[in-house]
């Protein structure tokens, strides 16, 4: 899905973290997640994206603005992901919205 780690800009930057537990079987899932990630990647103000799932599924991405972050929220073909999420994909889910202020690693 997203390249692990991602390679993001100098701090500050925003992160928003989609924690996640499915429900069982695809139900298209997998399409829509790849699709999503494409999208998002052609969003102003996209950063990257980091994608983990075992048992709970974790998918971080990474954005210049607050501005940024809340135009991908609208965005309409999003806006239907997340409307089949709660419907078909997520029995339960949080999203986090962070401000990056310090990064360092190898």
């Given amino acids: 899905m997203g390249t692990v780690p991602a ?4 701090p500050p930057y925003y992160a928003v ?4 537990l499915r429900t069982e079987g695809d ?6 997640a790849e699709r999503m990630v494409a999208l998002a990647s052609q969003q102003p103000g996209f950063l990257g994206v980091e994608s983990a799932r075992e048992g709970v599924g974790i998918t971080v991405s990474y954005w210049q603005s ?4 809340a135009a991908w929220k609208a965005n309409l073909e999003h806006r239907e ?7 078909r994909w997520y029995s339960a889910f949080r999203v986090r ?5 310090r990064e360092y690693g190898l």
């Fill in 7 to 10: 390679n993001t800009p100098k």
């Fill in 97 to 101: 919205i962070c401000k990056v202020e």
């Fill in 17 to 20: 973290i989609f924690t996640s």
């Fill in 66 to 69: 607050l501005e940024a972050i």
């Fill in 27 to 32: 139900d298209g899932y997998g399409e829509m």
């Fill in 81 to 87: 992901a997340q409307k089949l999420g709660r419907e």
